[in-house]
């Protein structure tokens, strides 16, 4: 539902925008604050994220720019993923790696 209403705001700012009632900082400041939320990440996800992906722990890590122990410790639940590395699991998991190419 967040989704669609989000969707909705976008569409009637920019539509107000291209009509020049709105200028170009309110409509990136609304198109920041409609950007969904990323969710949390299992040690279950990230392992099917991984293997979907066909990458071993340390390609992942590679990928990532973190340390192969980190990725072992997401999927061992010993640690979450967080800030940009929880961003770029939404981005693969969603887009492919294709989307960070």
């Known amino acids: ?57 340390a390609a992942l890590a590679n990928l990532f720019n973190i340390s192969t122990s980190t990725v072992q410790k997401w999927e061992q639940g010993n640690k979450k993923p967080t800030g940009a590395s929880r961003k770029l699991l939404d981005v693969i998991e969603r887009k492919g790696l294709t989307a960070l190419t």
């Open 1 to 57: 539902m967040r989704n669609s209403i989000a969707k909705s705001i976008t569409s009637t700012i920019s539509d107000l925008h291209n009509n020049g009632l709105v200028d170009e900082i309110t409509m990136k400041n609304i198109e920041t604050l409609c950007i969904p939320e990323v969710k949390e990440y299992s040690p279950e996800n990230i392992i099917s994220i991984r293997k979907k992906l066909k990458l071993s722990q």
